[in-house]
């Protein structure tokens, strides 16, 4: 089975960058997509970005295209977000996923298999 742990949340500003990691253990972090995806409260678990093995295609939500940016590291088993020009709408919880034996990068959430704990990030205006 593989875990995801994520880290590097925190409290920024607005208009601050910030990076997100997710560590894989278990089974090889190449063979699979993984992904981020978020949740503010009282609001619906949303799709951010998600990368093939290898990194080789990426996909972004239209909301964090310019700003944000998935990138992986299969040689450590991490994959990264990098979050730039961050908003106040930017705050919830962020998520981790991996679709294990597929090469399909998709936005909904029922399409991964694995999910990390999560980790919160919060800007302030």
């Known amino acids: 089975q593989v875990q995801l742990v994520e880290s590097g949340g925190g409290l920024v500003q607005a208009g601050d960058s910030l990076r997100l990691s997710c560590a894989a253990s278990?089974?090889?972090?190449?063979?699979?997509?993984m992904g981020w995806f978020r949740q503010a409260p009282g609001k619906e678990r949303e799709f951010v970005a998600a990368?093939?093995?290898?990194?080789?295609?990426?996909y972004h939500a239209d909301s964090v295209k310019g700003r944000f940016t998935i990138s992986r590291d299969d040689a450590k088993n991490t994959v990264y977000l990098q979050m730039n020009s961050l908003k106040p709408e930017d705050t919830a919880v962020y998520y981790c996923?991996?679709?294990?034996?597929?090469?399909?990068?998709?936005?909904?959430?029922?399409?991964?298999?694995?999910w990390g704990q999560g980790t919160q990030v919060t800007v302030s205006s």
């Open positions: 990368i093939s093995e290898s990194g080789g295609h990426t």
């Open positions: 996923v991996a679709k294990t034996d597929s090469t399909f990068l998709s936005g909904s959430p029922g399409w991964y298999n694995v």
């Open positions: 278990g089974r090889t972090a190449s063979n699979y997509v």
